[in-house]
């Protein structure tokens, strides 16, 4: 009987083990940069990557004096623009599928602030602002972005979004 409970114990044991190391994250706790899809990270934003030189994780006042240059880096064609496809990871293979949902990631604060016409082009007049651009997005005026500033805020899957006057429950009878 005390070997089926040593065994028992021991499974138990390694069973909380491997949950407990399986739901920490890859960076130390710190929350991940976006949704997880299909168990894994979205890819980094080249965006993001080319403005945050030292790949801290913080655009900090240096890294926005240079943002002009750092975006022009990105631009693999040579135009002076930047199409979303410069500055955007690539979609997912299934995301043209005909049998898969129409998903679109909600659009970083980076790339409202960086694109101000909203066009989804970065055109040269918006690059040559791209540091007052980065500015307005520093809430709390410390000279950096961090990932919650320059991300925004990430969607909660739990319910309707803060200010939804619409009801839980089923739709109104017509």
């Not at 491997?18 to 894994?40: E, K, V």
């Not at 998903?103 to 007052?132: C, H």
């Amino acid at each position: 009987m005390k070997t089926q409970t040593k065994i028992m114990l021991t499974m138990l044991t390694l069973g909380a083990s491997a949950l407990i190391a399986s739901a920490q994250n890859d960076d130390n706790g710190a929350p991940p940069d976006g949704p997880r899809h299909g168990g894994h990270r979205p890819p980094p934003l080249p965006l993001v990557a080319a403005l945050d030189a030292n790949h801290d994780g913080v655009i900090d006042s240096n890294e926005i004096a240079n943002a002009s240059a750092e975006l022009l880096t990105l631009d693999k064609n040579g135009d002076g623009i930047l199409t979303t496809n410069e500055y955007l990871p690539p979609l997912p293979p299934h995301h043209n599928d005909v049998d898969a949902p129409d998903f679109k990631p909600p659009t970083p604060a980076i790339v409202k602030a960086l694109d101000a016409n909203g066009d989804g082009v970065i055109d040269a007049d918006e690059i040559a602002n791209a540091s007052t651009a980065l500015k307005t997005l520093d809430k709390n005026g410390d000279g950096q972005l961090t990932p919650d500033e320059f991300i925004g805020p990430r969607p909660h899957r739990d319910g309707p979004p803060d200010g939804d006057d619409h009801q839980a429950g089923p739709p109104p009878e017509q």
